[in-house]
């Protein structure tokens, strides 16, 4: 078994303002060699945007954006003509492909909203440009690991990569296991909320842990737990 830790407080950081982000791998003004990526997860920006404030309108390809609210709402627009309120408990994702162009604002003139954003390396290079937005309920990942990303699971939103990502809340002293799907993956765990012990090693909020070389985790929460899971390959091809 092979781990990386990061721990919170040494991820990158940038504050412009309107805008406070903190980087768990190399992004924007932020590089570091050694936190490139783990596997095909190339961004995990823990992003906090100003009230009706946000990210003009911009370019990306070949690259799987996931945008997951904790409070507040996102406003989606992009170049197909999609306009979208992405709120807490929702699940988005942006298969750029060939190329696409998107902007993210705070919906919202009176607060704050803080969401993650993350990049997946695609399966697949210069697919026609996807979309896909769903809700989850809350009580579906309550002492339980619910799938919300997957390339194979008509109840989460698709990905164009073999990629799993899993949210979870559980209660002080909850013990569940988590099985990759493909063993020859690895998973980050990005600790939402609380605190936990993964595979015998302690993680606190926004700590994240990147393992690999094992078929499964086992999890341990120390207080009221949200955890975030991530299970992506860690040997790149893209076609």
């Known amino acids: 078994m092979k781990t990386v830790l990061h721990k919170a407080n040494t991820r990158g950081h940038n504050s412009f303002g309107w805008l406070n982000s903190f980087h768990s791998f190399s992004f924007g003004h932020y ?20 009230a009706g404030m946000g990210f003009g309108k ?3 390809d070949n690259m ?5 609210p904790l409070s507040g709402d996102l406003h989606h627009q ?14 988005q994702i942006m298969s750029a492909g060939s190329g696409i162009a998107h902007s993210e604002m705070n919906a919202n003139k009176d607060q704050q909203v803080k969401f993650l954003q993350i990049w997946v390396m695609p399966k697949e290079l210069n697919i026609t440009p996807r979309y896909e937005q769903k809700s989850f309920k809350p009580a579906d990942r309550t002492n339980q690991i619910l799938t919300i990303v997957a390339p194979d699971n008509k109840d989460a939103v698709w990905i164009n990569q073999d990629a799993w990502f899993s949210l979870a809340n559980f209660d002080a002293g909850k013990i ?22 993964i595979n015998g090693v ?5 700590d994240g842990l990147g393992i690999a ?12 737990t949200e955890i975030l899971l991530i299970e992506v390959p860690m040997n790149i091809n893209a076609d």
Request: net charge negative.
């Open 31 to 50: 590089y570091n060699p050694e936190r490139m990526h783990f596997g095909a997860l190339r961004v995990l920006n823990d992003d906090t945007v100003a």
């Open 58 to 60: 911009h370019p990306h």
């Open 64 to 68: 799987e954006i996931v945008s997951i």
């Open 78 to 91: 992009d170049s197909t003509g999609r306009n979208e309120i992405i709120r807490q408990h929702d699940v």
């Open 176 to 197: 569940a296991e988590y099985k990759l799907k493909n063993s020859e993956n690895g998973v980050y765990v990005f600790v939402i909320g609380g605190d936990a012990t």
């Open 202 to 206: 302690a993680l606190n909020e926004r």
């Open 213 to 224: 070389e094992t078929d499964k985790l086992s999890i341990e929460a120390n207080t009221n």
